[in-house]
């Protein structure tokens, strides 16, 4: 008890009564209400704080935002040139509004500035006609998780050249106002298969199309849906004493020997007509006919031999007729000419060659009715000329040699096209 009682006495001491603390409480009160400074206070540093969260918040959010558009473009940029270097062009395709966006390959592509605003039409124009339609189709995999691709043609606007372009579309899962794909310039890329195509077709030493090519021209001609229509030759071609020419001259002299003959020989034929070296100084013409047919007149004998440049570029077209005829004197009339030209001496230098020509001549349907057959009864025939002399033509005689004597029969047997590798 006397510890409280000095208690509240030094409170009382300190304030000075109990009237004075209420008094004093009661002035406090007082200034609270008329002036509320103290909340005030209060709420303006609760409010700032928050404001600076806010703003901390908003930037650190900009400057993220920032950051991954940052991060995006250079990602495009790596895109755009990588697929710039390699020759890809990436775009979008908007099918509602039919406008485009293009990467800036695609507009440099073209020859249209880069960022150029661009309609389907303002894409379909610069192609070759029907591609555009082609184009136009591709709405229908809109919204589909489809790929198509196809090769579409337009003309280089800086020198004028045909180009082929592939084109990739992508469909869309649930999106049907888009498409996406790529475009990539492969012009140069056919060009080579070509390159390569017509080196496997060609004979190195002579230009001439090889076996490979006269195979494909016998395989085309007989799998036409109409060949029991037409009528086509072939013409098997050895070269006489050229074997000598290689023994004494040597194999260079020999091999220009080849060189101009295969010139000579392209010479005696149309446009239409082939000569293909098998090999050695074995050749075959490829005579067609039908659609090919070509009107000639039976020359004068002093004339048979001259070669008219403008009657092979431009041959007038004939009707169907009686063509086993006009194959026959159209062949016949060129292995004049091919005995002629190849009699006529090679000059190499100081050396002189000479050399003739046996011909062997089959008809299609007239002697075989397939590739091989056909091949073989040419070959045959050349060497029925052989027998006959050389320095000539023959055509296929299906009737047997009479047996020779000392031999020959046996050895000629040895080269029949029964026992050489034919075209199949």
């Not at 400057?63 to 495009?76: D, F, I, P, T």
């Not at 070509?294 to 092979?312: F, G, H, N, T």
């Amino acid at each position: 008890m006397n510890s409280l009682e000095f208690f509240l006495s030094s409170v009382l001491n300190g304030i000075g009564s109990l009237s004075d603390l209420t008094s004093v409480w009661g002035d406090l009160f007082s200034l609270h209400v008329n002036f509320p400074f103290f909340w005030l206070v209060l709420t303006g540093l609760v409010l700032a704080a928050l404001l600076l969260s806010v703003v901390s918040l908003l930037w650190k959010q900009h400057n993220r935002r920032s950051r991954v558009h940052r991060e995006l473009a250079r990602a495009n940029q790596r895109m755009s040139l990588a697929t710039s270097v390699a020759g890809i062009g990436v775009w979008e395709w908007d099918v509602n509004s039919d406008t485009l966006q293009w990467s800036p390959y695609l507009y440099d592509l073209y020859g249209i500035r880069v960022g150029s605003k661009l309609a389907l039409t303002d894409w379909v124009s610069r192609l070759k006609s029907g591609d555009g339609d082609k184009v136009v189709l591709l709405k229908q995999i809109a919204g589909k998780n489809k790929q198509q691709t196809l090769l579409i043609d337009m003309i280089d606007p800086l020198d004028g050249q045909p180009r082929v372009l592939e084109l990739v579309v992508q469909g869309l899962v649930n999106d049907a106002s888009r498409l996406i794909g790529t475009q990539r310039d492969i012009s140069d890329v056919i060009e080579r298969q070509r390159q390569m195509e017509q080196a496997a077709l060609q004979d190195k030493l002579t230009g001439l199309p090889n076996t490979r090519a006269l195979n494909r021209v016998l395989k085309a001609a007989f799998a036409a849906p109409d060949v029991e229509n037409k009528v086509f030759g072939l013409m098997f071609i050895d070269l006489d004493g050229f074997k000598q020419v290689n023994d004494t001259l040597g194999h260079d002299v020999g091999d220009a020997l080849l060189q101009h003959a295969s010139k000579r020989m392209r010479g005696c034929l149309r446009v239409e007509d082939e000569v293909f070296r098998l090999g050695g100084d074995e050749f075959v013409v490829w005579v067609p006919l039908g659609e090919y047919a070509v009107k000639i007149k039976k020359p004068a004998q002093d004339s048979v031999l001259e070669y008219d440049e403008s009657e092979r570029r431009d041959p007038p077209i004939l009707t169907w007729g009686d063509n086993d005829e006009e194959l026959t004197f159209r062949m016949e009339t060129i292995a004049e000419k091919l005995l002629h030209t190849l009699t006529v001496p090679f000059n190499f230098g100081d050396n002189q060659c000479r050399v003739s020509a046996s011909i062997g001549i089959a008809r299609y349907p007239v002697h075989a009715k397939d590739a091989t057959a056909l091949l073989k009864r040419a070959d045959s025939a050349m060497y029925q000329a052989k027998r006959k002399g050389k320095r000539q033509f023959a055509h296929y005689d299906p009737a047997p040699e009479p047996r020779e004597e000392n031999g020959q029969q046996a050895d000629m047997a040895e080269k029949l096209p029964e026992n050489r590798q034919a075209i199949g």
